[in-house]
Nanobody, 123 residues
Framework: QVQLVESGGGLVQAGDSLRLSCAAS????????MGWFRQAPGKDREFVAA????????NYADSVKGRFTISRDNAKKSAYLQMSSLKPEDTAVYYC????????????????WGQGTQVTVSS
C-alpha cells in the first residue's frame, strides 16, 4: 500500500515557475514508478510525466517537454515536478500517482493516486 500527498500548487502568472511535491508513504514507496497527471475542468485526465524507480529515466508529454522536469528523492520517498514557463493552458488539478510497471504505462496502470493539488496560471 502506498499513500500519496501532493503539495505546492497555487496561483501564478504566465511565465512563472512552480514546484510540486509528492510525499509517499508505505513499504514500497521508494520502488514504484512515479507519475504526474493533470485534469483541467471539463477535460479528461492527461499524462504529464513519469520517472523510473532509480530516477535515471523519465518520460514527458509533448506539451510539457522542455518546460517541466520530474525528479525524485527515494531517501525522502518523494517525487517532484518542477514547472517553468507556465502557460494558462497548464491550469489544472495535478495528481501524483504510483505503479510498478513502466514509465510509458498508461494512466490505467497506476494503482495509487493522491488527492491532487490545484495549479492556476493567469494570463
Amino acid at each position: 500500500q502506498v499513500q500519496l500527498v501532493e503539495s505546492g500548487g497555487g496561483l501564478v502568472q504566465a511565465g512563472d515557475s512552480l514546484r510540486l511535491s509528492c510525499a509517499a508513504s508505505g513499504r514500497t514507496a521508494s520502488t514504484a514508478v512515479m507519475g504526474w497527471f493533470r485534469q483541467a475542468p471539463g477535460k479528461d485526465r492527461e499524462f504529464v510525466a513519469a520517472i523510473s524507480r532509480s530516477g535515471i529515466s523519465a518520460n514527458y508529454a509533448d506539451s510539457v517537454k522542455g518546460r517541466f522536469t520530474i525528479s525524485r528523492d527515494n531517501a525522502k520517498k518523494s517525487a517532484y515536478l518542477q514547472m517553468s514557463s507556465l502557460k494558462p493552458e497548464d491550469t489544472a488539478v495535478y495528481y501524483c500517482a504510483a505503479q510498478d510497471g513502466s514509465i510509458y504505462a498508461a494512466a490505467s496502470s497506476y494503482i495509487y493516486w493522491g488527492q491532487g493539488t490545484q495549479v492556476t496560471v493567469s494570463s
